[in-house]
């Protein structure tokens, strides 16, 4: 009888014909060899599962299979039903990991009793150029600055014990699986390694578009879904307020930028109203220890906003920041 891999790789297809070979190579040109990749197509319009295909033909590691499109949560979670390691990971089809990575991780987890180990990434560009990276120490805050399921591994028991899944939303699926995860193990834990290179495509429709706010997508929605996960004794509330802070102004900044003004105070409005009535406002400072390690632009956009409220110029800052 075969071994079973110490390892799942759970990679969601979807239109990823240009990057998946990069993707897939990546994993199978591992120092660590005991694994499996589960790759799924998630209803692709392109040669993304003929790739595939052509994978599984001479690699006995990868396991293939498509369906009509349902989304990368719905994917992720058909991926650990069907997963055969005792570990698991997630990879996005357009991003790729050092040569090391899954030793690294593997080394980590298996020596002790963590439910999960959680490293940094690096963001890079088409020519493999880094843009900036996030290298997380051993504080409590470190696991909040990447809340992507990727760049770490999960023990499989632990995630079918909580019956642990990606919620099926258009919005922050990720954000509410990690958030769910913290709060349901006090074994999880945060090493230095960068190994996992975070893809960014200057020629997507994502990073190209000027979208503004999307209508269909309630911010509220998913602020009541994390309020609803945290336990009242949790140890880290003070930590989610300060997450829901940078995650909100995210929000705002991102979505305002090619909103108009006005649409950016209303948003504005509809979430500092939430926060307020819902006992969520952050008493941590830029300057706390507590978050020491956080990016530098992070803690220079949250100073700046938290100035400008003070000052009561929010509504010339939005005047000369939306562009709508």
């Not at 990971?89 to 959680?118: C, H, K, R, T």
Request: charged share 25%; hydrophobic share 40%.
């Amino acid at each position: 009888m075969k071994e079973a891999p110490k390892i799942s790789v759970i990679i969601p297809v979807y239109n990823a014909e240009l990057y998946l070979k990069r993707c897939i190579d990546s994993v199978l040109n591992q120092s660590f060899k005991s694994f499996e990749i589960i790759a799924i197509d998630d209803g692709s319009k392109d040669n993304s599962f003929k790739i595939l295909n052509e994978y599984q033909q001479f690699s006995p590691n990868i396991r293939t299979l498509s369906r009509e499109n349902k989304g990368a949560a719905y994917t992720r979670n058909e991926g650990i039903k069907l997963a055969k390691g005792e570990f698991i990971m997630f990879i996005d089809s357009d991003d790729y990991i050092n040569p090391d990575y899954l030793q690294v991780f593997y080394d980590e987890i298996s020596s002790g009793i963590d439910d999960a180990v959680i490293g940094g990434l690096q963001r890079v560009n088409q020519d493999g150029k880094q843009l900036f990276s996030i290298q997380l120490g051993k504080d409590k805050w470190s696991k909040y600055r990447s809340i992507s399921p990727c760049a770490r591994i999960y023990r499989k028991k632990f995630l079918v014990d909580h019956e642990l899944s990606f919620p099926d939303i258009p919005l922050a699926e990720d954000l509410l699986f990690s958030l769910t995860v913290y709060t349901k193990s006090e074994n999880i834990r945060t090493i230095p390694y960068c190994g996992y290179n975070w893809f960014y495509n200057e020629n997507s429709a994502s990073n190209t578009l000027n979208k503004g706010f999307n209508p269909n997508l309630d911010i509220k929605n998913v602020l009541d879904k994390i309020a609803a996960i945290i336990p009242k004794d949790f140890s880290e509330t003070k930590l989610i307020k300060f997450f829901i802070k940078k995650f909100t102004l995210y929000w705002l900044l991102d979505g305002g930028r090619h909103s108009t003004s006005a649409e950016f105070l209303r948003q504005y409005k509809e979430i500092n109203d939430w926060i307020r009535i819902n006992g969520m406002k952050s008493t941590l400072s830029v300057f706390d220890r507590e978050i020491r390690d956080e990016r530098f632009m992070v803690k220079l956009a949250i100073f700046t906003m938290n100035l400008i409220e003070k000052l009561g110029l929010l509504k010339l800052f939005a005047k000369l920041y939306c562009k709508g």
